[in-house]
């Protein structure tokens, strides 16, 4: 079991940055794969970026070059860094770990979420 609580979302102008934490209540050197997804109102939700423990990402070409995701496992944490935001960044964030060493990079725990608006 792994429980994910995020911090960090909030209001922001366009432009502007914003850096999302999500604390694991284990270990993070045991969990393979921390992602970042994101809804938006009456859209899908979808993946933002996601590390594995070797540090290899993956990222949503929409967010390549402006968000970035790290992990420190000694503070069982993942974060996003975002900058230049955009209107269209607006949505719920979500903090997504998948223990498993195999080849998917989501899994099947979520955090509650922290709203992130980005205003025009």
């Known amino acids: 079991q792994v429980q994910l609580v995020e911090s960090g979302g909030g209001l922001v102008q366009a432009g502007g940055s914003l850096i999302l934490s999500c604390v694991a209540s284990r270990s993070t050197f045991s969990i393979n794969v921390m992602g970042w997804y994101r809804q938006a109102p009456g859209k899908q939700r979808e993946l933002v970026a996601a590390i594995r423990r070797d540090g290899t990402t993956n990222y949503a070409v929409s967010v390549k070059g402006r968000l970035t995701i790290s992990r420190d496992n000694a503070k069982n944490t993942v974060y996003l860094q975002m900058n230049s935001l955009k209107p269209e960044d607006t949505a719920v964030y979500y903090c997504?770990?998948?223990?498993?060493?195999?080849?998917?990079?989501?899994?099947?725990?979520w955090g509650q979420g922290t709203q992130v608006t980005v205003s025009s």
């Open positions: 997504n770990a998948h223990p498993s060493f195999d080849s998917s990079w989501v899994g099947n725990y």
